[in-house]
């Protein structure tokens, strides 16, 4: 698939370097424009609908960070292109998708793109998607303990999963909720085994009840009640992972 895209970089070399790299060896990146500062970026990602945008840290007016804090919304990948490793963990903390450092590595280049790209086909193999019903019921039941003893509900039936503190709401397709003494990190331990996904660390839900699935730097999921739950920018692949 196509990956549309801009170059963020203050240095002209090092923008051509990178734009003859993609074009030779990353035929499926379409490079649509460059910047060379955070204010042509902005204007760049607000006047395109991008898939990856690749980001030097250090640029005159502001940084890398500054870029994206700018931006908020973010509905696209992002590659850090830098001299300096030492920006590694904000990287991370800012999800990009791959860090590379200069000078570039074609091998690692072609590595990163072809991560953004099964991203991209995973999305698109989900965006818009309604999925068939259910035609068998995912076996397994799960207990929730009550005053005088417990309940026993299929996971089939459980919608999603909401934490609350020291509790969890449990959402069922009947329109019935129940409140439950016990974290949601134990309700993911406990349905481990089952079609569930963390998506955020709010939520937990039932991945047969996804009905669409809404582009964004995490996104967001449509369930088949019509509730739709964002997806954490760190929980995306694990999610998607479903839908191969």
Not at 56 to 65: I, K, R
Not at 138 to 151: A, H, L, N, R, Y
Not at 174 to 202: G, I, W
């Amino acid at each position: 698939m196509k990956l549309k895209a801009i170059i963020v970089e203050d240095e002209h070399t090092s923008r051509d370097i990178l734009k003859n790299y993609l074009t030779r060896y990353c035929p499926n990146v379409q490079v649509l424009g460059e910047a060379e500062n955070v204010e042509e970026a902005l204007i760049l990602i607000r006047n395109n609908e991008l898939d990856l945008v690749f980001l030097d840290v250090e640029m005159p007016y502001g940084n890398a960070f500054d870029l994206l804090e700018k931006v908020g919304d973010i509905n696209f990948e992002t590659i850090f292109v830098t001299a300096y490793n030492h920006y590694a963990m904000d990287a991370l903390n800012a999800h990009a998708s791959y860090y590379l450092m200069k000078p570039i590595s074609i091998d690692e280049l072609i590595k990163a793109v072809d991560y953004v790209t099964e991203i991209k086909q995973k999305e698109s193999a989900l965006q818009d998607q309604v999925l068939v019903p259910k035609i068998q019921v995912i076996s397994g039941k799960i207990t929730i303990p009550q005053q005088d003893g417990f309940e026993v509900i299929n996971t089939a039936d459980i919608l999603y999963c909401k934490a609350d503190d020291n509790y969890t709401e449990i959402y069922l397709n009947n329109e019935k909720k129940k409140l439950v003494s016990k974290t949601l990190k134990y309700f993911e331990d406990a349905l481990m085994d089952s079609h569930f996904s963390r998506v955020h660390k709010s939520y937990l839900v039932n991945v047969n009840e996804i009905v669409k699935y809404v582009k964004g730097k995490g996104g967001s999921v449509v369930l088949s009640n019509g509730k739709q739950v964002s997806v954490s920018a760190s929980r995306k692949a694990e999610l998607l992972a479903f839908f191969k």
